[in-house]
């Protein structure tokens, strides 16, 4: 044990100095099992209005402190300072550390993205994230949850307006390359291309009205289900990594907005 804490601290001691190379057995002994990682999560649909407000609660499920980095955006896209805790911090073992942003206006698509260090890529990550959003409406507080959301590459959704009632859509672009989405509304016709390419046998829909959005880096969009009486809406997107999130209003028509995990949206290949 003795010889083996010597040739630690000798290795300690000259790789700072001289370096390693493979063939080191400093560098052997100084070569981590499994390299170290950062894990993203992001929780958008944030909203901060006059009547609404949101905050995010982060907790460690590990025994051990992790190391965080918490990352406001306003719908624009811009950065906004983070309230509550410092951005970049330690969180301890089953600590809870409690998040809003500092907005001031109306922001309904505000959104966070949480960074979580970890020192290995074989380690899960250990911070549970829960958020809401209260609005008041009257003397009544009404608080929903949000949910964090995964972002895909070129996602995509479709659906009939009759079994979407209520329906939110929102999308983020978290990349650093602006996005394009293109919405069509129609009246649920399709028509198919000649076989020229695998994919032109696909059905196309006839849209009644088709809108393309450009989306900065960071910014947010709602994108309206229903145009000029439309019964059936798609909506393609491209882009590195694009959030998008439904949101179905409460049928007691309180107006007020809850994740509705039963959509789900698929990631077109490159």
Not at 97 to 115: P, S
């Amino acid at each position: 044990m003795l010889a083996s804490n010597l040739s630690l601290l000798t290795c300690s001691l000259l790789m700072p100095a001289f370096g390693a190379t493979a063939s080191d057995p400093c560098a052997a002994q100084a070569k981590p099992n499994s390299p170290p990682f950062v894990a993203e999560s992001f929780v958008p649909a944030l909203s901060f209005t006059r009547v609404c407000r949101s905050r995010v609660a982060l907790t460690n499920l590990r025994d051990v402190p992790v190391r965080i980095e918490v990352e406001g955006h306003a719908q624009s896209g811009g950065l906004v300072p983070v309230v509550g805790h410092a951005s970049r911090t330690w969180i301890q073992p089953g600590e809870v550390l409690e998040y809003t942003l500092q907005l001031e206006g109306d922001n309904e698509g505000a959104w966070l993205r949480v960074r979580e260090h970890a020192p290995s890529s074989e380690e899960n990550p250990a911070i549970a994230i829960r958020a809401d959003t209260g609005c008041l409406e009257g003397d009544t507080l009404v608080t929903k949850s949000r949910e964090v959301a995964a972002p895909l590459r070129n996602p995509w959704f479709a659906g009939r307006v009759a079994e979407l009632p209520g329906v939110t859509l929102w999308a983020v672009n978290v990349s650093r390359t602006a996005a394009r989405l293109d919405a069509c509304y129609s009246s649920g016709s399709y028509y198919i291309l000649p076989a020229q390419t695998p994919n032109s046998t696909k059905p196309v829909p006839v849209c009644t009205r088709h809108d393309e959005f450009l989306l900065a880096p960071g910014a947010a969009m709602r994108i309206p289900i229903v145009r000029d009486g439309n019964s059936a809406f798609d909506l393609h997107t491209a882009g590195e990594a694009i959030v998008l999130q439904a949101l179905r209003s409460d049928v007691t028509g309180t107006n007020t907005f809850s994740v509705d995990s039963t959509i789900t949206f698929r990631s077109e290949p490159e």
